[in-house]
T-cell receptor, first 115, second 114 residues
Framework: GAVVSQHPSRVICKSGTSVKIECRSL??????MFWYRQFPKQSLMLMAT?????????EQGVEKDKFLINHASLTLSTLTVTSAHPEDSSFYIC???????????FGQGTRLTVV | AQSVTQLDSQVPVFEEAPVELRCNYS??????LFWYVQYPNQGLQLLLK??????LVKSINGFEAEFNKSQTSFHLRKPSVHISDTAEYFC????????????FGTGTRLKVLA
């Protein structure tokens, strides 16, 4: 199956700083990528949908100025958590699809800890 | 709106015993259904999926699930579990007309006991 890679797998940052998470489709061109957030012992919540070359579409309640998403190429999307706070600590997972009506492939996730 | 319900948050079971993880969904349109497995501190791995055709779908490691339209269910079963099956299992339903947007259930933690 197709491979989606996230980097870093773990990151610790200080409160008030920004951190960038990368999501790459390694062997296919991803027209659309999705970013999810998972709180401890809870399910995945879709944060936003990003299409290559256009602005991301955020789900209701997600602060777009805090969670900046850039999908600059067909193989890379980035999520930047700006001015991070401890409550932003979470597990962030991306997924990618190659076209419409196709299966989504998930990255291995990034655990963000804000101290 | 679509939703997914996994009633069991935790399921302890002894090794080599059978297990069923329940998943019910609500939707006014046709859906695609998925089961994903998540091991600690890892991303999601697709276990099996139902898109169309045979309502019974199987994975390579012995899991199976049956799509039951009348009961709006997609329960996951395995006749004999192993210690290595200990993980979090998520049921998901596609959102919208495509198969790419997912709504996830709250997950079921399967713990296999020796």
């Amino acid at each position: 199956g197709a491979v989606v890679s996230q980097h870093p797998s773990r990151v610790i940052c200080k409160s008030g700083t920004s951190v960038k998470i990368e999501c790459r489709s390694l062997d296919f061109q991803a027209t659309t990528m999705f970013w999810y957030r998972q709180f401890p012992k809870q399910s995945l919540m879709l944060m936003a949908t990003s299409n290559e070359g256009s602005k991301a579409t955020y789900e209701q309640g997600v602060e777009k100025d805090k969670f900046l998403i850039n999908h600059a190429s067909l193989t890379l999307s980035t999520l930047t958590v700006t001015s991070a706070h401890p409550e932003d600590s979470s597990f962030y997972i991306c997924s990618a699809i190659q076209g419409v009506n196709t299966e989504a492939f998930f990255g291995q996730g990034t655990r963000l800890t804000v101290v | 709106a679509q939703s997914v319900t996994q009633l069991d948050s935790q399921v302890p079971v002894f090794e080599e015993a059978p297990v069923e993880l329940r998943c019910n969904y609500s939707s006014s349109v046709s859906v695609y259904l998925f089961w994903y497995v998540q091991y600690p501190n890892q991303g999601l791995q697709l276990l099996l999926k139902y898109l169309s055709g045979s309502t019974l779908v199987k994975s390579i490691n012995g899991f199976e699930a049956e799509f039951n339209k009348s009961q709006t269910s997609f329960h996951l079963r395995k006749p004999s579990v192993h210690i290595s099956d200990t993980a979090e299992y998520f049921c998901a339903v596609s959102r919208g007309s495509g198969t790419y947007k997912y709504i996830f259930g709250t997950g079921t933690r399967l713990k296999v006991l020796a």
